[in-house]
């Protein structure tokens, strides 16, 4: 990674990655101010927080499996960078409507009939916003970026984003919710400002046509990737990695609170420290791959995130609570015995998440042509998107049967098992820098 940081000094890629950073700041910002909110000030019951926060997950991953079809084919057949001025635009003004719903809340003015849908359709909007942004800020790698810096540019990226996810996850749990509605919009007016000095990338394969059906143009993107057998794979093992990513982040702020009966500040350094840990992992493996983009460490990569999974399932199942109608504060926390096992398990599951998912992203750009970068990077979004959705509904369901969320850890840490063989697969299909596939595309570096 350290090879790659020359890239923070140049303009083909500086603005980019500030304009993701920003970007994923305010996302994390926003749905973490209005979720601790919501699950700390307003709901009292533990099965009302978790379906507030599987549905704050399901909202936001809508639109990535509506729209990414139709994303991907503009990404492609648009200058990049003018799309980004566009999005970013766009995004002052979903900020506006998800600040005047965190101040309604904050004043306690109609907070279920008009402050939570408020908060909500921005957080919707937001979600549309990722969805164009996505396959831009990969597909625009390649071709602003030499073939031996796309790892480490899409390392420096990954770790950017989970950094940025890190400062708004936990200011979210330390700031007045009327103090986040300010800055959001104030970030976003950042962010636009930074996205307009992103360098022109125009359209490299040019009277591509856009097909407006988003359902016909969804099918149509996602067969024409998934039956190459390398991509398959490939977007099929992030899949697996992000539905057990959405258990996760849905099981956190309930568990937190009720499970390990801590405060909202525990719950948004949880997150946090999920965002550190998936951003040292985005360094290691590029430092142990060498800029080769390559498989041969996801399976044990993710072998090893189901083991932690299970070791944090243990030490939360034999927490010790707080004193009946208390919570543990932050210093309360970090003097309990168990703190130094609960925060290594969920390092080292973000950690080696990160070993395992970022390669394959850099899979996905490097192994088709540039001109259809894009596409394929919105295909993998439509798979993961539902996959997601389907493990909130799962995790949805297993609340409903009674399951609490420290034994739905133990589902994660069982869907781990699929991904090491998914990446397995992936790694012998393209073993010795040579990808086995029909279509006659690049062969992996």
């Not at 084919?73 to 995004?91: G, N, P, S, T, V």
């Not at 969804?218 to 539905?243: D, E, P, Y």
């Not at 568990?255 to 948004?268: C, E, F, G, M, Y």
Request: glycine residues 8%; charged residues 10%.
């Amino acid at each position: 990674m350290t090879d790659s940081l020359h890239l923070l000094r140049t303009r083909r890629f500086l603005p980019l990655f500030a304009t993701q950073l920003l970007g994923a700041f305010n996302d994390n910002l926003f749905k973490n101010a209005m979720v601790l909110f919501v699950v700390y000030q307003v709901y009292n019951d533990e099965r009302s927080e978790f379906w507030f926060s599987a549905l704050t997950t399901a909202i936001f991953i809508v639109p990535f499996f509506l729209l990414s079809a139709l994303s991907g084919q503009l990404a492609d057949a648009r200058d990049k960078a003018w799309m980004i001025r566009i999005i970013k635009f766009c995004e002052i003004l979903i900020m506006i409507v998800g600040a005047a719903g965190l101040l309604l809340a904050w004043q306690g003015i109609a907070v279920g009939a008009l402050a939570i849908p408020l908060m909500l359709l921005a957080l919707f909007a937001m979600g549309i916003h990722s969805t164009f942004f996505g396959p831009i800020k990969y597909a625009i790698l390649p071709q602003h970026l030499h073939s031996d810096e796309v790892l480490g540019g899409t390392g420096l990226v990954e770790a950017g984003t989970y950094v940025a996810i890190l400062f708004g996850t936990l200011l979210a749990g330390i700031i007045p919710v009327e103090a986040a509605a300010a800055l959001v919009i104030g970030v976003a007016a950042i962010g636009y400002a930074t996205g307009r000095q992103v360098p022109p990338a125009p359209a490299i394969e040019q009277g591509h046509k856009i097909d407006l059906n988003v359902v016909r143009s969804s099918i149509r993107l996602v067969a024409a990737t998934m039956h190459i057998r390398r991509l398959f794979l490939a977007v099929v093992a992030i899949s697996f990695f992000w539905t057990i990513g959405a258990v996760l982040f849905i099981q956190f702020p309930p568990l937190v609170k009720n499970v390990l009966t801590a405060d909202r500040q525990i719950a948004s350094l949880f997150l946090a420290i999920f965002s550190v840990g998936v951003a040292i992992g985005s360094v290691l493996v590029n430092r142990l791959l060498k800029g080769e983009v390559s498989a041969r460490y996801s399976a044990p990569s993710v072998i090893g995130m189901g083991l932690f999974v299970a070791a944090f399932h243990f030490v939360a199942a034999h927490w010790q609570p707080a004193p009946e109608g208390t919570l543990y504060t932050i210093g309360d926390f970090f003097n309990h015995r168990g703190v130094l096992p609960m925060i290594g398990a969920l390092l080292g599951i973000s950690i080696t998440g990160g070993m395992f998912v970022v390669p394959l992203y850099a899979f996905l750009t490097t192994t088709v042509p540039k001109s259809q970068a894009a596409r394929t990077v919105a295909a993998n979004n439509i798979v993961n998107s539902g996959a997601m959705v389907g493990g909130s509904i799962l995790a949805g369901g297993l609340s409903f049967l009674g399951v609490d969320a420290a034994n739905q850890l133990l589902l994660a840490a069982a869907m781990c098992v699929i991904s090491a063989w998914l990446g397995w697969l992936l790694h012998r299909a393209c073993d010795d820098g040579r990808c086995a596939d029909e279509e006659g595309l690049p062969p992996t570096v």
